[in-house]
């Protein structure tokens, strides 16, 4: 009581001495004072009094030195006068300083009863004086940040003139360093964007800022610069374009380009009304027109051309895109192939071809034909433009065209455009390079099985043209292979499955597959279905059988099955979930086949059929986790994933799964932020599912400890990267929040309970000795504090959460406050060391000095 007065007291002019001797114990780690701690337990009534005097105090030192007076010390010269000025400046400079320190820690115990007027003044006055401290102050400027920021989040009044002048200052900061630990602790506090009137000449500042991370390379690799390209748009489309073309004609790889792209279309997703409009014609437009007119041998040309090629990917998988690309390219692509500039219209031709078709989805039928015929036509011409370059190009997207859309393609239009190409174009004497661009192109049609019949009729007319057998050899090879049909093989299908399996995992191989008829895909998918048949057989009858596939074969047809499946969700139903629904069959089928059939077995059946189960869990587990990551899976999807894993480890022995799991967690909390469209109740559920399955791991991994030592510690070792992942995860996107506690007083439970359960087995007292380092702490504690130890945000961030456990009582009782105080000095002598330590051992000693007076009272009693 008599220091908590002592510390309200000393805040004025008169003993200035003994309050900046407290503000120095503060910063001391070895002494036992402690400022949070000291205001945690201050009365409303001496909070208030503190406050007031804190305003008071610094209305006198500002006094005393007017801002507009300030400058450097060593400015100052050397003459005496100003010498004694400059040191008085640095004295009250320090003042200020341990006033700042004081209101930034008084934040944090803020109730909302309490008149905190003066402290709201004190906030705004520091806030005022920032931007006139000498650059030299570098402490003071940073600690008047740290306020700004954290008012900010506390929500307090006159935040948003705080979270303006923290946000210009992280900003300002990151665009010096141009680290990505600045971005993200500028993300933090980027609601204040909405704090700016852009329209207002004092935001020319911040504007320019903001402009300038366009062209700042970590910024646009940064997924948080999505949030500004929508903000900044709302004041400067035109400016933001001029930046990012100011950095195509400088540099930039074409791997950047889609990260700019993606900007741009995140802007446009969001934007509406006026900002739309400029973002559509002052930007994407503007690309179109450089995709037409620039020199094809200009670097920034190939630039342009793949941001375009984003936003003509996207018009596949989002809505509204093929109806915007086709009113943006009518006023120019149409004209540039009409062009009497031979490059421009090549260009034009270029991007006609990856573009088409140009449509809008909201003609009728009849507007729909005539326009895809004047396209058709369109392409026509380009095989007899006079300009090779626009020939070669017009062979190439006949190519494409007719590959891609063979069967939608009128039968009068494929034969006519491939005569063209096969009969006339491939014997150009006027262009080398255009006889060359027909053989280059005509195996992109070949790809297309389905374009065989026609081609066999037309490839005779370039016959002389290719290297190959006469036409008698090639009759006798054909005879040959129909007396074979007479005579069929076997069937194979493990061959088959290899064959499928090579398809799906080569991407362009893949593309190929995909490309097929939907009901060719569709039969696929349900033959392989079949795999589950014959895994229910194997499982129930471990023996060989003829009548069905293999152990290994229907394996592996269960996995193609599930990969092939998330491929065509991804391909051809990215609007809804037909194909996603067949992985959550297969998820019902592993519950009500798989799992059910392991719980009515013994332990010596199950060994029989080890294999083949673990396999089925951990294909079901990384497809699903996949699923996730490419953000194909939406909430719902994510919580049924959580409850089947929690069934998993209900039911299945071993730990196979384990690491998936913790992968699984990793993307699940990593994609929750991007699920804008989820109800904050499914988004509720899904991190208590997290939770809950992130507990229950420790717990089986613990009770491993306690009966398998050996296979506990190989499975601790095994699991250390995913478990570090998916707390760093945890604590990069979701800091503060329930999960974020949730994870960490697991952490904390499974830590304590081990030390406590280690404490109570000691029968020698000099065995319990204050641990020296982290491997002195029992192996599954030593694991988990070792994981949490080594990022220094997770540290604190445990420590706050450790603290909150004492003080709540969550954790109490002599043995499990000895765990904690292992767990703290080891945390003390690590290399990320906190001065959050001293917080939880202060509050650990309350707890221990509240026990001592009770056991003394019950002592006294019964005597």
Not at 479 to 503: C, F, I, M, T, W
């Given at each position: 009581?008599?220091?908590?007065?002592?510390?309200?007291?000393?805040?004025?002019?008169?003993?200035?001495?003994?309050?900046?001797?407290?503000?120095?114990?503060?910063?001391?780690?070895?002494?036992?004072?402690?400022?949070?701690?000291?205001?945690?337990?201050?009365?409303?009534?001496?909070?208030?009094?503190?406050?007031?005097?804190?305003?008071?105090?610094?209305?006198?030192?500002?006094?005393?030195?007017?801002?507009?007076?300030?400058?450097?010390?060593?400015?100052?010269?050397?003459?005496?006068?100003?010498?004694?000025?400059?040191?008085?400046?640095?004295?009250?400079?320090?003042?200020?300083?341990?006033?700042?320190?004081?209101?930034?820690?008084?934040?944090?115990?803020?109730?909302?009863?309490?008149?905190?007027?003066?402290?709201?003044?004190?906030?705004?006055?520091?806030?005022?004086?920032?931007?006139?401290?000498?650059?030299?102050?570098?402490?003071?400027?940073?600690?008047?940040?740290?306020?700004?920021?954290?008012?900010?989040?506390?929500?307090?009044?006159?935040?948003?003139?705080?979270?303006?002048?923290?946000?210009?200052?992280?900003?300002?900061?990151?665009?010096?360093?141009?680290?990505?630990?600045?971005?993200?602790?500028?993300?933090?506090?980027?609601?204040?964007?909405?704090?700016?009137?852009?329209?207002?000449?004092?935001?020319?500042?911040?504007?320019?800022?903001?402009?300038?991370?366009?062209?700042?390379?970590?910024?646009?690799?940064?997924?948080?610069?999505?949030?500004?390209?929508?903000?900044?748009?709302?004041?400067?489309?035109?400016?933001?374009q001029g930046q990012i073309l100011n950095l195509l004609w400088g540099s930039g790889s074409l791997s950047l380009m889609v990260?700019?792209?993606?900007?741009?279309?995140?802007?446009?997703?969001?934007?509406?009304?006026?900002?739309?409009?400029?973002?559509?014609?002052?930007?994407?437009?503007?690309?179109?027109?450089?995709?037409?007119?620039?020199?094809?041998?200009?670097?920034?040309?190939?630039?342009?051309?793949?941001?375009?090629?984003?936003?003509?990917?996207?018009?596949?998988?989002?809505?509204?895109?093929?109806?915007?690309?086709?009113?943006?390219?009518?006023?120019?692509?149409?004209?540039?192939?009409?062009?009497?500039?031979?490059?421009?219209?090549?260009?034009?031709?270029?991007?006609?071809?990856?573009?088409?078709?140009?449509?809008?989805?909201?003609?009728?039928?009849?507007?729909?034909?005539?326009?895809?015929?004047?396209?058709?036509?369109?392409?026509?011409?380009?095989?007899?433009?006079?300009?090779?370059?626009?020939?070669?190009?017009?062979?190439?997207?006949?190519?494409?065209?007719?590959?891609?859309?063979?069967?939608?393609?009128?039968?009068?239009?494929?034969?006519?455009?491939?005569?063209?190409?096969?009969?006339?174009?491939?014997?150009d004497a006027s262009s080398a390079d255009v006889r060359c661009s027909v053989f280059k192109c005509l195996p992109i049609i070949?790809?297309?099985?389905?374009?065989?019949?026609?081609?066999?009729?037309?490839?005779?007319?370039?016959?002389?043209?290719?290297?190959?057998?006469?036409?008698?050899?090639?009759?006798?090879?054909?005879?040959?292979?129909?007396?074979?049909?007479?005579?069929?093989?076997?069937?194979?299908?493990?061959?088959?499955?290899?064959?499928?399996?090579?398809?799906?995992?080569?991407?362009?191989?893949?593309?190929?597959l995909l490309s097929a008829p939907q009901k060719t895909l569709d039969r696929l998918l349900k033959a392989l279905e079949a795999?589950?048949?014959?895994?229910?057989?194997?499982?129930?009858?471990?023996?060989?059988?003829?009548?069905?596939?293999?152990?290994?074969?229907?394996?592996?047809?269960?996995?193609?099955?599930?990969?092939?499946?998330?491929?065509?969700?991804?391909?051809?139903?990215?609007?809804?979930?037909?194909?996603?629904?067949?992985?959550?069959?297969?998820?019902?089928?592993?519950?009500?086949?798989?799992?059910?059939?392991?719980?009515?077995?013994?332990?010596?059946?199950?060994?029989?059929?080890?294999?083949?189960?673990?396999?089925?869990?951990?294909?079901?587990?990384?497809?699903?986790?996949?699923?996730?990551?490419?953000?194909?899976?939406?909430?719902?999807?994510?919580?049924?994933?959580?409850?089947?894993?929690?069934?998993?480890?209900?039911?299945?022995?071993?730990?196979?799964?384990?690491?998936?799991?913790?992968?699984?967690?990793?993307?699940?909390?990593?994609?929750?932020?991007?699920?804008?469209?989820?109800?904050?109740?499914?988004?509720?559920?899904?991190?208590?599912?997290?939770?809950?399955?992130?507990?229950?791991?420790?717990?089986?991994?613990?009770?491993?400890?306690?009966?398998?030592?050996?296979?506990?510690?190989?499975?601790?070792?095994?699991?250390?990267?995913?478990?570090?992942?998916?707390?760093?995860?945890?604590?990069?996107?979701?800091?503060?929040?329930?999960?974020?506690?949730?994870?960490?007083?697991?952490?904390?439970?499974?830590?304590?309970?081990?030390?406590?359960?280690?404490?109570?087995?000691?029968?020698?007292?000099?065995?319990?000795?204050?641990?020296?380092?982290?491997?002195?702490?029992?192996?599954?504690?030593?694991?988990?504090?070792?994981?949490?130890?080594?990022?220094?945000?997770?540290?604190?961030?445990?420590?706050?959460?450790?603290?909150?456990?004492?003080?709540?009582?969550?954790?109490?009782?002599?043995?499990?406050?000895?765990?904690?105080?292992?767990?703290?000095?080891?945390?003390?002598?690590?290399?990320?060391?906190?001065?959050?330590?001293?917080?939880?051992?202060?509050?650990?000693?309350?707890?221990?000095?509240?026990?001592?007076?009770?056991?003394?009272?019950?002592?006294?009693?019964?005597?």
């Open positions: 009581m008599e220091k908590r007065e002592t510390f309200v007291q000393a805040v004025s002019k008169e003993l200035i001495g003994e309050f900046l001797q407290f503000i120095q114990l503060n910063k001391d780690a070895s002494d036992p004072f402690n400022l949070n701690e000291l205001l945690d337990e201050l009365s409303r009534k001496q909070k208030e009094e503190l406050w007031q005097r804190l305003k008071n105090l610094l209305t006198d030192v500002l006094l005393e030195s007017p801002v507009d007076r300030w400058q450097p010390v060593e400015a100052l010269g050397e003459d005496n006068m100003q010498t004694e000025q400059g040191s008085k400046m640095g004295k009250n400079i320090e003042i200020i300083h341990a006033i700042t320190s004081v209101i930034l820690a008084s934040v944090s115990v803020i109730n909302e009863n309490e008149n905190y007027e003066a402290l709201l003044e004190c906030a705004v006055i520091l806030n005022g004086i920032l931007y006139a401290l000498p650059e030299s102050e570098r402490a003071l400027q940073g600690s008047i940040q740290d306020l700004c920021v954290t008012w900010w989040e506390r929500g307090l009044p006159a935040k948003e003139d705080m979270g303006k002048t923290a946000f210009i200052m992280l900003l300002r900061r990151s665009l010096e360093t141009k680290t990505g630990a600045d971005i993200c602790r500028l993300w933090r506090i980027h609601q204040a964007l909405y704090c700016f009137d852009y329209d207002l000449e004092e935001s020319r500042e911040i504007k320019d800022m903001l402009l300038e991370c366009f062209i700042n390379i970590n910024y646009i690799k940064k997924e948080e610069v999505n949030a500004f390209s929508y903000l900044v748009s709302a004041g400067a489309v035109r400016r933001v990260h700019i792209a993606e900007i741009y279309f995140r802007a446009w997703k969001k934007a509406s009304g006026k900002i739309l409009e400029a973002i559509e014609n002052s930007c994407i437009q503007d690309f179109m027109y450089h995709g037409v007119h620039l020199h094809r041998r200009s670097p920034v040309h190939a630039r342009v051309r793949e941001i375009l090629s984003y936003f003509h990917n996207q018009k596949k998988v989002r809505q509204g895109v093929e109806e915007m690309l086709y009113r943006l390219y009518k006023p120019i692509l149409w004209r540039g192939l009409k062009a009497r500039n031979s490059e421009v219209r090549s260009n034009a031709a270029l991007l006609f071809v990856e573009a088409f078709p140009i449509r809008d989805p909201n003609f009728n039928a009849v507007e729909m034909d005539s326009e895809i015929q004047k396209q058709f036509e369109e392409l026509y011409s380009l095989l007899e433009d006079p300009y090779p370059m626009v020939r070669s190009t017009g062979i190439l997207g006949v190519c494409k065209i007719t590959s891609k859309y063979w069967e939608m393609m009128p039968p009068t239009i494929l034969i006519d455009l491939l005569k063209k190409v096969t009969g006339e174009l491939a014997f070949l790809d297309n099985k389905l374009s065989h019949p026609l081609l066999e009729q037309l490839l005779p007319l370039v016959l002389d043209w290719l290297p190959g057998e006469p036409p008698q050899s090639k009759s006798n090879s054909a005879s040959k292979r129909k007396v074979r049909l007479q005579d069929p093989r076997p069937v194979k299908p493990g061959l088959a499955l290899v064959y499928v399996e090579y398809l799906l995992t080569h991407s362009k191989n893949r593309e190929c795999s589950k048949v014959a895994l229910e057989s194997i499982l129930q009858w471990p023996e060989e059988s003829p009548d069905r596939l293999s152990e290994g074969a229907a394996l592996r047809a269960f996995s193609l099955h599930c990969r092939l499946s998330v491929h065509l969700q991804h391909k051809l139903c990215s609007g809804g979930t037909v194909y996603l629904s067949t992985l959550e069959d297969t998820g019902f089928w592993l519950e009500s086949k798989v799992l059910s059939f392991m719980q009515d077995q013994e332990e010596e059946h199950l060994k029989l059929r080890r294999v083949v189960y673990q396999q089925i869990i951990q294909t079901y587990l990384t497809v699903c986790k996949d699923v996730v990551m490419v953000g194909l899976g939406d909430c719902k999807f994510q919580i049924q994933l959580l409850q089947r894993s929690l069934g998993i480890m209900q039911t299945v022995n071993g730990f196979f799964y384990v690491s998936l799991l913790l992968s699984i967690l990793k993307e699940v909390t990593r994609s929750a932020l991007m699920q804008k469209t989820d109800s904050g109740e499914d988004v509720a559920t899904l991190f208590d599912m997290v939770q809950k399955v992130f507990q229950q791991m420790l717990e089986c991994m613990a009770r491993s400890f306690r009966k398998q030592p050996e296979e506990g510690l190989r499975l601790l070792y095994s699991v250390q990267t995913p478990l570090q992942e998916f707390i760093t995860t945890v604590q990069s996107w979701h800091p503060g929040t329930p999960v974020h506690r949730g994870v960490l007083s697991t952490l904390i439970a499974a830590s304590v309970v081990e030390i406590s359960h280690w404490l109570q087995k000691v029968s020698d007292t000099e065995e319990v000795a204050p641990p020296e380092c982290l491997s002195d702490l029992p192996p599954f504690s030593r694991c988990l504090i070792g994981i949490v130890m080594k990022p220094p945000n997770v540290v604190r961030s445990f420590l706050d959460e450790l603290k909150a456990c004492v003080t709540s009582e969550d954790i109490e009782g002599i043995v499990c406050l000895t765990a904690v105080t292992h767990i703290i000095l080891v945390i003390n002598k690590g290399k990320h060391k906190s001065s959050k330590v001293k917080d939880v051992a202060a509050t650990v000693h309350r707890k221990l000095k509240t026990f001592m007076e009770i056991t003394l009272e019950e002592d006294s009693l019964e005597r």
